[in-house]
Protein backbone atom coordinates (compact mmCIF):
# COMPACT_ATOMS: atom_id res chain seq x y z
CA UNK A 1 0.00 0.00 0.00
CA UNK A 2 1.53 3.30 -0.91
CA UNK A 3 1.91 6.19 0.68
CA UNK A 4 0.75 8.41 -2.34
CA UNK A 5 -2.56 7.09 -3.93
CA UNK A 6 -2.82 7.04 -7.95
CA UNK A 7 -5.33 5.55 -9.91
CA UNK A 8 -3.72 2.18 -11.27
CA UNK A 9 -5.08 3.11 -14.77
CA UNK A 10 -5.99 5.72 -17.59
CA UNK A 11 -6.69 5.75 -21.27
CA UNK A 12 -6.78 8.26 -23.95
CA UNK A 13 -7.03 8.58 -28.19
CA UNK A 14 -3.90 9.57 -29.89
CA UNK A 15 -4.18 13.67 -30.02
CA UNK A 16 -6.57 13.73 -26.68
CA UNK A 17 -5.52 15.13 -22.69
CA UNK A 18 -5.43 13.06 -20.36
CA UNK A 19 -5.07 13.52 -16.24
CA UNK A 20 -3.17 11.61 -13.66
CA UNK A 21 -3.82 12.52 -10.30
CA UNK A 22 -1.53 12.03 -6.98
CA UNK A 23 -3.39 12.26 -3.43
CA UNK A 24 -1.63 12.43 -0.18
CA UNK A 25 -1.45 14.24 3.19
CA UNK A 26 -0.01 17.20 4.85
CA UNK A 27 3.06 15.17 5.78
CA UNK A 28 4.24 14.81 2.25
CA UNK A 29 2.27 16.18 -0.56
CA UNK A 30 1.08 18.93 1.93
CA UNK A 31 3.92 20.27 2.31
CA UNK A 32 6.47 19.10 0.43
CA UNK A 33 7.35 19.58 -3.46
CA UNK A 34 6.03 16.86 -5.86
CA UNK A 35 8.21 15.44 -8.88
CA UNK A 36 6.75 13.29 -12.02
CA UNK A 37 8.17 10.36 -13.47
CA UNK A 38 7.41 8.54 -16.58
CA UNK A 39 8.89 4.88 -17.19
CA UNK A 40 8.10 3.35 -20.55
CA UNK A 41 8.67 -0.59 -20.41
CA UNK A 42 11.71 -1.86 -19.47
CA UNK A 43 13.55 1.23 -18.88
CA UNK A 44 14.82 3.33 -15.91
CA UNK A 45 12.10 6.41 -14.74
CA UNK A 46 12.81 9.73 -16.50
CA UNK A 47 11.76 12.86 -14.79
CA UNK A 48 8.97 14.45 -16.09
CA UNK A 49 8.13 17.36 -13.70
CA UNK A 50 10.19 18.55 -10.23
CA UNK A 51 9.08 20.94 -7.84
CA UNK A 52 5.59 20.49 -8.65
CA UNK A 53 5.25 22.34 -12.23
CA UNK A 54 8.83 22.49 -13.63
CA UNK A 55 9.89 20.77 -16.42
CA UNK A 56 13.56 19.76 -17.47
CA UNK A 57 15.25 20.73 -20.63
CA UNK A 58 13.82 18.29 -22.96
CA UNK A 59 10.96 17.68 -21.56
CA UNK A 60 7.75 18.68 -24.03
CA UNK A 61 5.30 21.47 -22.86
CA UNK A 62 2.49 18.89 -24.06
CA UNK A 63 3.79 17.52 -19.95
CA UNK A 64 2.14 20.28 -17.14
CA UNK A 65 2.10 19.47 -13.25
CA UNK A 66 0.19 21.40 -10.48
CA UNK A 67 -0.54 21.18 -6.95
CA UNK A 68 -3.80 21.86 -4.61
CA UNK A 69 -3.26 21.37 -0.91
CA UNK A 70 -2.36 17.67 -0.37
CA UNK A 71 -2.74 16.69 -4.30
CA UNK A 72 -1.28 17.11 -7.26
CA UNK A 73 -2.18 16.74 -10.85
CA UNK A 74 0.33 15.49 -13.86
CA UNK A 75 -1.38 16.16 -17.95
CA UNK A 76 -0.49 15.18 -20.96
CA UNK A 77 -1.90 16.96 -23.89
CA UNK A 78 -1.64 15.77 -27.75
CA UNK A 79 -1.44 12.28 -27.05
CA UNK A 80 0.86 10.22 -28.29
CA UNK A 81 1.51 6.36 -28.48
CA UNK A 82 4.94 6.56 -27.23
CA UNK A 83 3.49 8.12 -24.29
CA UNK A 84 2.17 4.95 -23.33
CA UNK A 85 4.11 4.29 -20.20
CA UNK A 86 3.61 3.72 -16.54
CA UNK A 87 3.26 7.38 -14.37
CA UNK A 88 4.90 8.10 -10.55
CA UNK A 89 4.45 11.32 -8.37
CA UNK A 90 6.79 11.03 -6.07
CA UNK A 91 7.69 13.71 -2.87
CA UNK A 92 8.89 13.73 0.92
CA UNK A 93 7.37 12.83 3.42
CA UNK A 94 8.25 14.84 6.64
CA UNK A 95 6.59 12.43 8.92
CA UNK A 96 8.47 9.45 7.73
CA UNK A 97 11.57 11.28 7.02
CA UNK A 98 11.76 9.26 3.49
CA UNK A 99 10.55 9.88 0.28
CA UNK A 100 7.95 8.74 -0.86
CA UNK A 101 5.95 7.11 -4.49
CA UNK A 102 3.04 6.46 -5.62
CA UNK A 103 1.86 3.11 -6.80
CA UNK A 104 1.88 4.31 -10.02
CA UNK A 105 -0.44 5.03 -13.02
CA UNK A 106 -0.36 2.70 -16.13
CA UNK A 107 -1.35 5.17 -19.53
CA UNK A 108 -2.67 3.17 -22.73
CA UNK A 109 -3.03 5.25 -25.48
CA UNK A 110 -5.82 3.53 -27.65
CA UNK B 1 26.75 14.18 -20.24
CA UNK B 2 25.31 12.54 -16.59
CA UNK B 3 25.71 8.94 -16.23
CA UNK B 4 25.22 6.35 -13.17
CA UNK B 5 26.21 2.82 -13.91
CA UNK B 6 25.13 0.58 -10.80
CA UNK B 7 26.92 -2.98 -10.50
CA UNK B 8 26.96 -5.16 -7.80
CA UNK B 9 23.26 -7.34 -8.33
CA UNK B 10 23.25 -10.70 -7.97
CA UNK B 11 21.18 -13.71 -6.81
CA UNK B 12 21.85 -14.17 -3.17
CA UNK B 13 20.31 -16.70 -0.74
CA UNK B 14 18.14 -15.26 2.69
CA UNK B 15 19.97 -13.83 4.91
CA UNK B 16 23.00 -12.94 2.68
CA UNK B 17 24.75 -9.91 2.11
CA UNK B 18 25.16 -7.77 -1.44
CA UNK B 19 27.25 -4.87 -1.70
CA UNK B 20 25.93 -2.43 -4.56
CA UNK B 21 27.79 -0.07 -6.34
CA UNK B 22 27.08 2.94 -8.60
CA UNK B 23 29.64 5.20 -10.57
CA UNK B 24 29.01 8.39 -11.82
CA UNK B 25 30.39 10.32 -13.81
CA UNK B 26 29.64 13.65 -15.92
CA UNK B 27 28.69 15.76 -13.11
CA UNK B 28 30.32 17.08 -9.59
CA UNK B 29 29.36 14.20 -7.29
CA UNK B 30 29.91 15.82 -4.42
CA UNK B 31 27.37 18.45 -4.64
CA UNK B 32 24.72 16.45 -4.74
CA UNK B 33 22.22 14.31 -2.60
CA UNK B 34 22.19 10.65 -4.37
CA UNK B 35 19.56 8.37 -3.50
CA UNK B 36 18.80 4.67 -4.07
CA UNK B 37 15.70 3.32 -5.38
CA UNK B 38 14.00 -0.23 -6.28
CA UNK B 39 11.19 -1.60 -8.18
CA UNK B 40 10.06 -5.51 -7.10
CA UNK B 41 9.32 -7.80 -10.50
CA UNK B 42 6.40 -5.88 -11.98
CA UNK B 43 5.61 -3.67 -8.90
CA UNK B 44 6.13 -0.10 -8.56
CA UNK B 45 9.17 2.38 -7.23
CA UNK B 46 10.20 2.05 -3.87
CA UNK B 47 12.31 4.72 -2.20
CA UNK B 48 14.93 2.83 -0.32
CA UNK B 49 17.49 5.81 1.19
CA UNK B 50 19.62 8.47 0.13
CA UNK B 51 22.49 10.68 1.65
CA UNK B 52 23.88 13.91 1.66
CA UNK B 53 26.56 15.33 -0.40
CA UNK B 54 28.89 14.89 2.72
CA UNK B 55 27.82 11.77 3.94
CA UNK B 56 26.36 13.59 6.75
CA UNK B 57 22.55 12.71 6.65
CA UNK B 58 20.89 9.46 6.18
CA UNK B 59 16.87 8.33 5.45
CA UNK B 60 16.10 5.18 5.04
CA UNK B 61 12.54 3.14 4.31
CA UNK B 62 11.55 1.48 7.03
CA UNK B 63 11.68 -1.53 5.78
CA UNK B 64 15.91 -1.53 5.67
CA UNK B 65 16.61 0.39 8.73
CA UNK B 66 18.80 -1.51 10.60
CA UNK B 67 19.86 -3.89 7.71
CA UNK B 68 21.13 -1.91 4.95
CA UNK B 69 23.87 0.89 4.87
CA UNK B 70 23.79 3.87 2.14
CA UNK B 71 27.67 5.57 2.09
CA UNK B 72 28.86 7.25 -0.41
CA UNK B 73 33.01 7.89 -1.41
CA UNK B 74 33.59 11.26 -2.92
CA UNK B 75 36.80 10.80 -3.98
CA UNK B 76 35.93 8.18 -6.00
CA UNK B 77 32.34 9.33 -7.35
CA UNK B 78 30.56 6.11 -6.19
CA UNK B 79 27.82 5.86 -3.99
CA UNK B 80 27.37 2.41 -2.43
CA UNK B 81 24.58 0.55 -0.28
CA UNK B 82 25.29 -2.35 2.26
CA UNK B 83 22.34 -5.09 2.33
CA UNK B 84 22.54 -7.28 4.86
CA UNK B 85 19.76 -9.84 6.27
CA UNK B 86 18.38 -10.16 2.83
CA UNK B 87 15.36 -11.12 2.60
CA UNK B 88 12.79 -12.72 -0.56
CA UNK B 89 11.11 -9.30 -0.40
CA UNK B 90 13.88 -6.92 -1.18
CA UNK B 91 14.24 -8.80 -5.04
CA UNK B 92 14.14 -5.85 -7.24
CA UNK B 93 16.04 -4.08 -9.70
CA UNK B 94 17.89 -0.97 -7.85
CA UNK B 95 18.38 2.17 -9.30
CA UNK B 96 21.04 4.61 -8.36
CA UNK B 97 19.52 8.41 -8.72
CA UNK B 98 20.79 11.96 -8.45
CA UNK B 99 18.80 14.21 -6.30
CA UNK B 100 18.18 17.43 -7.90
CA UNK B 101 15.64 20.42 -6.79
CA UNK B 102 13.77 17.53 -4.31
CA UNK B 103 13.73 15.29 -7.10
CA UNK B 104 15.67 12.73 -8.98
CA UNK B 105 16.85 13.71 -11.97
CA UNK B 106 18.90 11.45 -13.16
CA UNK B 107 18.76 7.42 -12.67
CA UNK B 108 20.76 4.71 -13.52
CA UNK B 109 19.92 1.25 -15.59
CA UNK B 110 19.50 -0.56 -12.43
CA UNK B 111 21.13 -4.11 -11.41
CA UNK B 112 18.89 -6.90 -10.44
CA UNK B 113 19.10 -8.21 -7.23
CA UNK B 114 17.40 -11.77 -6.46
CA UNK B 115 16.86 -13.21 -2.89
CA UNK B 116 15.87 -16.75 -3.48
CA UNK B 117 17.04 -20.42 -2.06
Known amino acids: QSVLTQSPSVSAAPGQKVTISCSGSSSNIGNNYVSWYQQLPGTAPKLLIYTNNKRPSGIPDRFSGSKSGTSATLGITGLQTGDEADYYCGTWDSSLSAGVFGGGTKLTVL | EVQLVESGGGLVQPGGSLRLSCAAS????????MSWVRQAPGRGLEWVANIKQDGSEKYYVDSVKGRFTISRDNAKNSLYLQMNSLRDEDTAVYYC??????????WGQGTLVTVSS
Open chain 2, 26 to 33: GFTFSTYW
Open chain 2, 97 to 106: ARDNYYASDY
